[in-house]
């Protein structure tokens, strides 16, 4: 068995609470898909955060007009 552990490191604060710095340095939209939950939306929603334009991608219609509404919301 291993001994690395998943935990976040204990001099490292959780990336939630982290300042990131804004994403100046690619002006071209990103595509994210699997917006309607889990990993796509997280990364959709750090990613509007930090100012990017993203397109919105998943399988059905209700996800990703969610995950927009909150990306808006943060972009603002």
């Known amino acids: 068995m291993s001994s690395h552990s998943c935990a976040t490191p204990s ?3 959780p990336l939630a609470t982290r300042r990131l710095p804004p994403v100046t ?3 071209d939209p990103g595509l994210i898909t699997g917006v309607g939950s889990g990993i796509g939306r997280a990364t959709a929603l750090l990613s509007a955060q930090r100012g990017a334009t993203l397109v919105l991608c ?9 995950t927009a509404a909150a990306a808006r919301a943060l972009h603002r």
């Open 58 to 66: 998943d399988r059905d219609e209700a996800g990703p007009n969610e």
């Open 25 to 27: 340095k690619n002006p």
């Open 11 to 13: 001099h490292r604060a």
